[in-house]
């Protein structure tokens, strides 16, 4: 059973840094592409980041690219998302998921498991 857990989320005040951290276990964590989504109220959960299974290549949503970074620590078996300039556009609940495949990709429909998601507030 794979268990995905975020950690992170908070209220932060508008041009502030968060960094979320998802903790996985339960799988061949070393081998699977991450990706980061998120949903704001109202609106349907969209992409936000993924990475492949080495860390070596990346995919950031147009919407966040230069001000959010994926990366993953392998040896910790662990996912972050380092967020600067951050929006009040960017208040969502954050979700992390794993896929069952080495290739980063940016559909929430190759992911197979999600963690239970971790709120974010920007204030204006």
């Known amino acids: 059973q794979v268990q995905l857990v975020e950690s992170g989320g908070g209220l932060v005040q508008a041009g502030g840094s968060l960094r979320l951290s998802c903790a996985a276990s339960g799988s061949t964590f070393s081998t699977n592409a991450m990706g980061w989504f998120r949903q704001a109220p109202g609106k349907e959960r969209e992409f936000v980041a993924a990475?492949?299974?080495?860390?070596?290549?990346?995919y950031h949503a147009d919407s966040v690219k230069g001000r959010f970074t994926i990366s993953r620590d392998n040896a910790k078996n662990t996912v972050y998302l380092q967020m600067n300039n951050l929006k009040p556009e960017d208040t969502a609940v954050y979700y992390c998921a794993v896929r069952n495949g080495a290739l980063a990709l940016t559909t929430q429909r190759d992911y197979a498991y999600w963690g239970q998601g971790t709120q974010v507030t920007v204030s204006s």
């Open positions: 990475i492949n299974w080495s860390g070596a290549m990346t």
